[in-house]
Structures are given as C-alpha cells and as structure tokens.
C-alpha cells in the first residue's frame, strides 16, 4: 500500500468519541466525568476492552495509569508514545483529554487494519487526574511517572470529601502492581483541542506549540473575625472576604501591571465562611494561576501580589497565609519533533500554525525526559473546560491524521 | 410572698441552658441547630417535655411554632407573651434564640414554684426558623404568624440541597394543624443577647432597645464565560468573580460614602461557579445586607450600590441579575414597655441602657400588631453568630428577672 495515502477512519473516531461522551454525559452536551470517579472508572473499562480487541499489551501501574502497547518489528528499540487523558473538568467537554486518547487508539486501530507493524512498539498512554480538579494538582500521575513527584504524596492528595487518591484509586480497581515508573522512550506525542481561541483566529487547523508557559500555582487562606452583622459598626469589621475581594481585583490588574504581554493571572475558586448572609466571614480560601511563557515575569508578578496581599491583610487586620503549591517551569518542547509535526499537517494538506501552549498537559512532564510535541485543532470560539467545549469532527479527524503520520515516522527510525 | 423579692432560679436558668447546648454543640463550645434539622427536632421535643411538666397548654401551629400557655384568673383579657427561637446560625453561640425562650420558661418555672397565678394568662413561644440561615428568609414564622408573610410562600421556601421549609417541617414532626394566625397580645417581651458591644463598651447590664434597624436583603447574579485559564488572554475575558470582588469592595465602601453612622452594609454569602482553580468562573451569586434606623438612608444606599454594580457588570461584560429579596422597615418599640423594663432593671438593682437594636428578631413582626419591647444582656467582646459567642451567667439571670417582673407588671394589668 502506498503509507502516505493512510488515513484513520473519521467516521470511527467520531463514534468512539460520542460513545465515551454518554459516560458522565451532562444534559448540556459536556461530560463530567472526574478523576477516579465511578465514571472514570467506566470510561477506563472500555478504554481497555478496546486495547484488548486489538490484541494490545496491557499495563495498568500503581498510579492507575493505562498503557496499551503494539508490538514492533524490533522491540528492543524504545518505543513511541502518545495519549493524553480520561479524566474530565465538573461540567467540561467532550474533547478535553479524551480526544488525545482516542485518537492515538485511532492510530493503533489503523495501523492494525491495515496490517502495519512499524520498525517501534507503539504505545497508547491514558494517564491518571490530569485535570487535578478532584485531587490537585493536575498532571499528577505523569509527573510521578516521569519522577518528578512522590508516589506517596500523590496517593495522599484528598479531595474536598477527605477522600485520598490512594484509596479511590484502590476503590475503583486501578491500582496496578507496576512500578509507575518512566522507561526511555524514543518519542512522545500528545494530541490535544488547543483550548483557545488563535487557531481559529489564525484559520489554521493543526496547531504545533514549541512549548508550554509556565503554571504557577497558590493557595491564599484569610482569617477575619465573625459577628453578626445588624450590630458590628463598619469601623473594627475583620471581614475576611472583604479583604479576598481586593486581593482577587489586585490579581486581575497584575498582569497589565507587568506587562500585559504573555502572561496570565486568575482567581478560579473561592471558599467563604462561614457563607451566612447575616455573620460577618471569618475565613476565606482562594487560588491564584499564574502563567506565562517567560517564568521569571511569573515570579515577579507573584512577589508583587504577595506584596499587595500583605497591604491589604494589614490593613483589614485579616492574618494572611500563602502557599506555593505547584510550581511547573515553562517546558520548550523538542524542536525536531514539533517541525515535524508542522511538516506533516503540510504533507497531507493541512494549514498550520507555530504556536505556544497556555494549558498545561501530560507532555509537560514527558517532555523533561524524551522528545515530546503536541498536535493542536481549533477550539470552537476558544471556549474549553465547559459543557459548550466543541471541535468539528474533520478537524478531530485531521490532528489525528498529523499523529498517525508523526508516529510512523518516529516509529520507522531505528535509531 | 412579697412579689418584688420574687427572683428566678439562676443556677436552674444556667443548667437548662447546658442541657440545650448539647443539643448541636460543637467541639468549640458553639451550636449548629439549624431550622428544621434533626437536632431542631430533639431540642423542640426537650422543649415541650419542659412545658409538659409545667401542665401548660400546648399548641403547635402550621409553622412549627410552639405556644405553652399557663392560664390567668381572667382569660378572656389578651395574654402576655414572651419567647424568641431554638433555631441557630450554623457553629452559631450557646446564646442567641435560645436564652429569649429558656428565659420565658423560666419565668413560668418560677411562677408555677411560688403558686402565682396571674391575671392574664402568660405564654411561652418558641418561633420557628428566625435565622434565615438555612431557609431564607429570616424570622419566617413570626412573619407568617403576624399576617405578614404568606404559609404557601413560607413552606416553598428551598435549602441549598432543595429541600422545602413546609417538607422539613412535617419531616421532623412539627408541622401542626393550628392556624399560623395572630390573636390579640396585651404585651410581647423578647429577652435576647445583644449580639454587639454597646451594653459591655457602657458597662451596663440591662438594654431596652427603642427599635430595630430596618433591614434590607438583595440577591445578586453574575454571569461570566468559563473558559480553560492558561489559553485565554486577559483581554477579553469576562470573569464573574473578578466582576463580584469589586462589587463586594463598594458594599463595604458604601457607609462611609453615604455617612457611615447608622448604616452597616455586608457581603456574607459568596457561591462561585465552576469553583476550578483553572476555569474561569462564568457564575457568582452573592448577598448584600443594609442596616440602618433610618430607612430612606438604606434605600439611597442600595440605589448608589445599583449604580456601581451596573457599571461593573457592563465593564466587564459580565450580565447582572438583582433581586430585592427582603425588606423590613425599622421598627420603634413600644414606648411604654421600653420604659417599663428601664425602670424594671433599676427597681431591682441593675443598670440599664436605652439603644438601637442592630438585629432583627422576632419581635419585629411582633412590634406590628401589639405592644412590643426587648431586653438585652450584655455580649462579651460583642460577639455573636459564633462559636466563642458568651454572656455571663449572672447576666442571664439578671434578663430573666427583668423579664419576670416586666411580665408580671403587664400580666396584671387589668385592662
């Protein structure tokens, strides 16, 4: 057959992915599907009975995460990755994640249709919480897998229940015995909906970013004092969520502060209480994102709010506590790898676009350790991360061709 | 018996009081006895096994309210009334509700004991859900029960689980057949914390407030677009909860705009949507809460408020929502008993203190159709709704025997 003429089976990537959006299907069109969730836990078993139909080897490690491998024509070769993740975002979408997975499986499914064994082992990867929206932080099971964070702290990372990931992994039946430990791994890519709004701008369809920015992550705890509301004068309150709500208005002006350009800063989530309409709140959690292509712009952007945040505690007489929780330096990805990826797009006639990724992913981890790049399709109107999170099913199909083809190539090297 | 040496039983008063903080209690020497909840039931159920033993009349109406009458010698005259509510803030304090009807037990332990009977009967109560907190609005079934609010309305009243006042009510057994419907009162006293500083700032024992500030309740809606935090430029962004901080910093800011004394303004209830520290937020539902003895102040208040919300709504692209949830005038108590329990504190000995109330209470409604007044004890540090929130127990005391002796002047009366 002639390989450059190969292309997946659109129709079939587009039913596999409808079949996995009823798992955890919102009556808005998104899924909620979180990690380690009952949902999960269904969309993993038949993401494994379809590794199974293709006769792949199956490996599930002690971070639950799924790899699915198809044998080379020289298996002592390192072998290429890719894949993505299951887990969604409460209320997210049906492509977020899941279409990284399903489209490397389209990848196998093809190849092994049209009995194809390539020079590498192929592996198809589904790793565990990407989202970190149940258990923070995100990416958590790639980065034990890469090395980069304990297995044992990750087990112990407890959702707003008190649930440890540990045991729900456990509970769920995704607990593996293997190691969650990385092998050397000849190239890693992630296919991925780009989760903003340039490829649609730009009117290109396949995506390559030379990278991801940074992600910066804080936790802010504000102390106040509670009264009643009708008798405590204004003058004396220690009202901790007035306070929170200067210092989320000082993140949003912060990046302007700095220089608007290639960074971002965010509040996305906020506990009050006692969260009475008539007593005055007396604690206040909230988060703070920080990103940027640039770590050292990050870095000064947090000192300078850590440094409002300090005013403004004062001045309220609210104690203030600030934890760094999760700091990801910005990752460039492998430069061979990611002008192949553009390469490819051209080759089969697609239109691309050299870009920088704002979300973090899998392949920020992978990346520290073998060659990575992404394969970006547009996000309709930018939007992602809600139930309205929408791809068209050519441009679904398209960036899974550009993967077929980008692991043929990595997967015929033999050295 | 001499009358005026009548005193009641403090160490009775402070043992009762125990026994109901246990009913709740928490593990820092506060209470979560919410509306309705199972703990409201076992301490209704305490309640009425305590009027039972006093052989007083027992009625429970439509609302949940609890009456234990204990006859006059005339009872065709109009009764004299005192209570206030068991219901509490959630980790609300050992005090606020519950001292205004053990107080009026009291009372009629100490009458029963000395054989008293007085001209007019004399009635305990116990109002149903005066915090609000769990089912919106506040003092509910005094409203109902004045005439003011409507029964339907009151039992379709939602908790955030959905759960409805008028199936909660029958869930715990307290949903009586007896009309929720006023009758003629000759006097109606409610013994209460004070719940600020004044009375301990004055170092006086006894309050009697000429009123009760009124006490406007609004709901505000945002609406923003969620969207993934890392791909999505500032520019452009329409964040709900960037748009709530800055309406929360201009309640604050608004007394001290409009003239701050005798007039408080509070955000204590703040929901954000999807609450991921990586989305950003695209829904925020808070309240704002405006105190003042002088109406028209709050409502010019309010009217500056609109401005600013609708002006930040429209900057940030963020669709605004407000309803006026509730609105209650202030209320100036009845002249006459206001004096009497003046001169009733000094008669027996303890200082006294003529003052606002900053709460409401029951006695609002109250206030409306028949004589009202208030005695307060004094809050140390002022503090109420929490958990730390005390009065000494010699205070307690010293307001029931405020409140005997008030009782016992209006109950005599003829005419």
């Given at each position: 057959m002639d390989m450059n003429s190969l292309r997946i089976n659109g129709k079939r990537l587009q039913s596999t992915l409808e079949e996995m959006a009823k798992?955890?299907?919102?009556?808005?069109?998104?899924?909620?599907?979180?990690?380690?969730s009952d949902e999960d836990k269904k969309a993993r078993d038949l993401f494994v009975s379809w590794l199974e139909e293709l006769d792949m080897e199956i490996t599930i490690d002690e971070m639950g995460n799924i790899f699915g491998k198809m044998p080379g024509k020289n298996n002592d070769l390192d072998p290429v990755m890719s894949g993505s993740h299951i887990d969604s975002q409460p209320?997210?979408?049906?492509?977020?994640?899941i279409l990284g997975v399903m489209g490397a499986l389209e990848v196998a499914r093809t190849l092994k249709e049209n009995n194809i064994q390539l020079e590498r082992p192929y592996i198809v990867v589904d790793w565990t919480?990407?989202?970190?929206?149940?258990?923070?932080?995100?990416m958590v099971s790639s980065g034990v897998w890469a090395g980069e964070l304990s297995l044992d702290w990750a087990y112990n990372r407890t959702d707003i229940n008190g649930k440890k990931q540990g045991e729900e992994l456990e509970r769920i039946g995704?607990?593996?015995?293997?190691?969650a430990k990385k092998h050397p791994v000849h190239a890693y890519y992630e296919y991925h909906?780009?989760?903003?709004p340039i490829l649609e701008r730009e009117d290109k369809t396949i995506g390559a970013p030379k990278g991801i920015v940074c992600l910066h992550w804080y936790d802010i705890y504000l102390e106040g004092e509670a009264n009643q509301?009708?008798?405590?004068?204004?003058?004396?309150r220690h009202d901790a969520l007035v306070a929170a709500s200067e210092m989320i208005t000082a993140v949003n002006k912060m990046p302007a502060k700095m220089g608007i350009d290639n960074l971002v800063a965010t509040v996305g989530e906020i506990q009050n209480q006692?969260?009475?309409?008539n007593i005055i709140p007396n604690g206040v959690h909230f988060t703070v994102d920080i990103r940027s292509w640039d770590d050292d712009l990050a870095i000064r952007g947090w000192e300078s709010l850590k440094k409002d945040f300090n005013e403004i505690a004062e001045r309220h007489g609210t104690p203030l506590r600030m934890e760094e929780t999760w700091r990801v330096e910005h990752a460039p990805f492998d430069d061979r790898l990611v002008k192949r990826v553009l390469e490819t797009a051209e080759e089969i006639g697609y239109s691309s676009h050299y870009m920088v990724s704002g979300a973090g992913h899998d392949a920020s981890y992978m990346n520290h350790f073998c060659p990575t790049a992404m394969i970006f399709v547009p996000s309709i109107n930018g939007r992602?991360?809600?139930?309205?999170?929408n791809t068209s099913w050519e441009d679904c199909a398209a960036g899974a061709n550009v993967l077929l083809h980008s692991v043929i190539k990595s997967a015929s090297e033999t050295e």
């Open positions: 798992i955890g299907g919102t009556p808005n069109g998104g899924v909620t599907r979180l990690a380690l209320k997210g979408g049906r492509f977020d994640g919480n990407e989202e970190g929206s149940r258990f923070s932080p995100a995704y607990k593996g015995s293997v190691p909906i780009e989760q903003g509301v009708g008798p405590t004068p204004m003058v004396g006692p969260n009475s309409r992602s991360h809600v139930e309205v999170e």
